[in-house]
């Protein structure tokens, strides 16, 4: 099953609840800012933070779902992770939302192992080897013979970086720290653990 299936529909869930974080905290807002805050006060420092992370997280599923093909949002989802790992306070406060966060880690790690898998089963490099060797043997004409030659160069250059692309090694990267950034996390006060939710 292809990522883009999937991730519209769980995109729009995440944003329809990143919405009710904003009317919340708006809700929260409208409290007298010259009290002290207590530990779990939306005027903790982390708050502002927060604030900030939902609406760029909200921007970005906007513009995930906006994209048409793979490459752009995943590029997108790459920021959303990067953006995570800087900004962690919704990881800290909705457990909900980190856990939509987890599964999307897991779904992108689960869809790249299994496109790898099939392009490697594919082999082709090796069908490309062969049909260059038929045309060896059966072109006889020798410019046009390096003509498809030159073709052939070009795509194996083309599927080289396809190749290259399909490892994600920047969005693994991501996430693989944002798997650490969720471990941190866990140490701190105001951590929201998801036994602890309704």
Known sequence: M???????????????RI??????????S????????SE???FHPEVKNYKYTTHVIRYLIDECNKADFEDQRRQIVEKMFNHLN????????????RNSVINKMKEFENHDNKRMDNYNKLKYNKIISLVRTTMHENVRNSVMRLEIYNHFDAINTILAKYEIWSKSTSLMKQIGELY?????????????DSNDTS
Do not use: G, Q, W
């Open 2 to 16: 292809s990522t883009s299936t999937s991730m519209r529909p769980e995109a729009l869930k995440a944003k329809s």
């Open 19 to 28: 919405t009710e974080y904003c009317k919340t905290e708006m809700t929260n």
């Open 30 to 37: 409208d409290s007298d800012e010259s009290s002290p805050p």
């Open 40 to 42: 779990h006060s939306v």
């Open 86 to 97: 800087k900004n962690p306070s919704i990881l800290i406060y909705e457990p909900k939302f």
């Open 180 to 192: 650490n950034t969720l471990e941190t996390i866990k140490n701190d006060p105001f951590y929201i």
